[in-house]
Structure formats: structure tokens, C-alpha cells
Nanobody, 119 residues
Framework: QVQLVESGGGLVQPGGSLRLSCAAS????????MGWYRQAPGMERTQVAT???????NYADSVKGRFTISRDSAKNTVYLQMNTVKPEDTAVYYC?????????????WGQGTQVTVSS
């Protein structure tokens, strides 16, 4: 089992920055993949960025060069640094954890944090 708690959302102006945090209830290096997803009103949830337990990162094309996913294993926390934000980044952001047990994959989600980009 993994509990995930997000924080750091809020209102930010276009062009500004925001950092989201996701605290996990267990050693994040024991979690195969952690990531951030987002869901805008009326839209499907989509992947924003992921990081594997070996440190490999992956980003959606829409955020490449603007967002950075990182981790602090001592704090069991994953971050999403959001720079040069745009109104289209407005969404509820969810932390995700994927744990592989042999051929079985378990998926865990946080409760979400709202990010609103508006002047």
C-alpha cells in the first residue's frame, strides 16, 4: 500500500512558477514509477511527468522545457517544478505511484491539488 499526499497547488499568474509536492507513505525508491497527471474540467486525466526508481524522467510534450520532476528520497517526496505556466496548465494535478509485484501492477493516486493559471 502507498498513501500519497499532494500539496502546493494554488493560483498563479501566466508566466509564473509553482512547485507541487507529493509525500509518499513509504520509501519512494521502492516504488517503480512515480509521476504527476492532470485533469482539466471535462477532459481526461493525462500524464504530465514521470520518474522511475532509477531516476529516468519522462515528460509530456506540452510541458517539456517548462516543468521538472524531481525527488528527495530522504523525505520520500516527489516534486513538480512548474515554470512559465500557461492558462492551459490549469487543472487538478494528481500524484501517481506504480508498484510492480512480479507480473502484477498496483496503482495508487493522491487526492489531487488544484492549479489555476490566471491573471
Amino acid at each position: 500500500q502507498v498513501q500519497l499526499v499532494e500539496s502546493g497547488g494554488g493560483l498563479v499568474q501566466p508566466g509564473g512558477s509553482l512547485r507541487l509536492s507529493c509525500a509518499a507513505s513509504r520509501n519512494i525508491l521502492s516504488i517503480n514509477v512515480m509521476g504527476w497527471y492532470r485533469q482539466a474540467p471535462g477532459m481526461e486525466r493525462t500524464q504530465v511527468a514521470t520518474i522511475t526508481n532509477s531516476g529516468t524522467t519522462n515528460y509530456a510534450d506540452s510541458v517539456k522545457g517548462r516543468f521538472t520532476i524531481s525527488r528527495d528520497s530522504a523525505k520520500n517526496t516527489v516534486y513538480l517544478q512548474m515554470n512559465t505556466v500557461k492558462p492551459e496548465d490549469t487543472a487538478v494535478y494528481y500524484c501517481n505511484a506504480e508498484v510492480f509485484y512480479g507480473l502484477t501492477r498496483s496503482t495508487y493516486w493522491g487526492q489531487g491539488t488544484q492549479v489555476t493559471v490566471s491573471s
